[in-house]
Nanobody
């Protein structure tokens, strides 16, 4: 049974930090690229960040560059999202997702591909940032 379980969300103040975790089970984690998405009620889900199965490549949406860092530990079947300098506009439900690894012709094509086409999704963890 495939599971992606997020944790680490909460209520914080602007400028604070949070570290989200996503624990995977039921599939071979090291065969999957991993992504983080977020969604606010009434809005479309937004891509936040992704990391290659090997950890060798990462990509971020412009709004979080320099503040968020994605990482993974394949031995622990876990992907992380370190979020620093949080802003009220970061408030959302954050979900992780897994996408089976595929070859890509360039890092740019990988970056673009990480916006969609995921195979498994977690339920999400709420992050609320107060002003």
């Amino acid at each position: 049974q495939v599971q992606l379980v997020e944790s680490g969300g909460g209520l914080v103040q602007a400028g604070d930090s949070l570290r989200l975790s996503c624990k995977a089970s039921g599939f071979t984690f090291s065969n999957y690229d991993m992504g983080w998405f977020r969604q606010v009620p009434g809005k479309e889900r937004e891509f936040v960040s992704a990391i290659r199965w090997s950890g060798s490549m990462t990509v971020y949406v412009d709004s979080v560059k320099g503040r968020f860092t994605i990482s993974r530990d394949n031995a622990k079947n876990t992907v992380y999202l370190q979020m620093n300098s949080l802003k009220p506009e970061d408030t959302a439900a954050y979900s992780c997702a897994a996408k089976f690894k595929r070859p890509y012709s360039s890092s740019t094509s990988w970056d673009i591909s990480m916006n969609n086409g995921y195979d498994y999704w977690g339920q999400g963890t709420q992050v609320t940032v107060s002003a």
